[in-house]
């Protein structure tokens, strides 16, 4: 059974730091695209940075770009989003979601979800 | 950054009934391989979103099939052929073509 599951999340300060894990129990495959999406309570679905294991390129929303990091760790299949200087703005519950069987399918997976609360 | 609308923004349906959401992109889908990266994702209530369609008809996984997909360039749609109680949440469309990758801002479906 596939299961991503997602810890880290909880209550920050604006300007401080927390890091999102996700644990990633189901992958067969050797290389992935590992994703982030973010939902602000009430709002939509919101993109957030992806990962392709193959090379290691990551992409992430302009909102984002500087502040927060995607990687990998392929010795404990997790990957994690390192995020810095947080914004009340940042505030969603975080969703880690990966590809089953390449780009076409590439949101394939999906976590329960974490929720980040940046509030002061 | 492509753009994505859905109409309507909420469908009341009765159930066994069919409903129909459609998607709008500010550009063509088409990627450079020829190939159309449109999704479309159910989320239900309290539930992290799901994969319905890919490639704009393909179904994933476990997905029953009164769920169907079509469209191209810009114009898509979701069909569900008789809508059940199950089917209640918020449908969204989303794009893979290009980065940033974007979502449409969901189409909510419940029972009148």
């Known amino acids: 059974e596939v299961q991503l599951v997602e810890s880290g999340g909880g209550l920050i300060q604006p300007g401080g730091s927390l890091r999102l894990s996700c644990a990633d129990s189901?992958?067969?495959?050797?290389?992935?695209?590992l994703i982030w999406v973010r939902q602000a309570p009430g709002k939509g679905l919101e993109w957030v940075s992806l990962l392709y294991t193959g090379n290691n390129n990551a992409h992430y929303i302009d909102s984002v770009k500087g502040r927060f990091t995607i990687s990998r760790d392929a010795s404990t299949n997790t990957f994690y989003l390192q995020m810095n200087s947080l914004r009340v703005e940042d505030t969603a519950i975080y969703y880690c979601?990966?590809?089953?069987?390449?780009?076409?399918?590439?949101?394939?997976?999906w976590g329960q979800g974490t929720l980040v609360t940046v509030s002061s | 950054d492509i753009v994505m609308t859905q109409t309507p923004l909420s469908s009341p349906v009765t159930l066994g009934q069919p409903a129909s959401i459609s998607c709008r992109s500010s550009q063509s889908l088409v990627h450079s391989n020829g190939n159309t990266y449109l999704n479309w994702l159910q989320q239900r209530p309290g539930q992290p979103p799901r994969l319905l369609i890919y490639r704009v008809s393909y179904r994933f996984s476990g997905v029953p099939d009164r769920f169907s997909g079509s469209g191209a360039g810009t114009d898509f749609t979701l069909k569900i052929s008789r809508v059940e109680a199950e089917d209640v949440g918020i449908y969204y469309c989303m794009q893979a073509t290009q980065f940033p990758l974007t979502f449409g801002p969901g189409t909510k479906v419940d029972i009148k």
């Open positions: 979601t990966r590809d089953r069987g390449g780009w076409a399918a590439l949101v394939g997976d």
């Open positions: 189901g992958s067969t495959v050797s290389n992935n695209y």
